[in-house]
């Protein structure tokens, strides 16, 4: 991930069997750390309601939730304005 360098990146999966789970991963590729969050304690932390949707957290302890997916573009401009 090209970004990997400007930021840190971890998935969080609310639902879904451990086989699910890993297939998501294997299917898209993924290579940063991933959790399971069964219970939805780290969604309900970040204010996420629904999958997708990304959380980030400034450098400035700040945090914005935007529901929904997001593309490469929108990814680059939201790790720029967070550090």
């Known amino acids: 991930m090209r970004l990997a360098e400007q930021a840190n990146f971890v998935g969080v999966a609310w ?3 451990d086989d699910d789970f890993q297939s ?3 299917r898209h590729g993924l290579t940063f750390p991933q959790v399971s969050d069964d219970p939805g304690e780290i969604f309900a932390r970040f204010g996420v309601v629904y999958q997708p ?3 980030v957290v400034r ?3 700040g945090v914005e939730t935007i529901a929904g997916a997001v593309d490469d573009a929108l990814l680059e ?3 720029a304005e967070a550090a």
Do not use: C
């Open 53 to 55: 949707a990304v959380a």
């Open 77 to 79: 401009q939201i790790v």
């Open 15 to 17: 639902t879904g069997s």
């Open 24 to 26: 998501f991963i294997d």
């Open 59 to 61: 450098s400035d302890g």
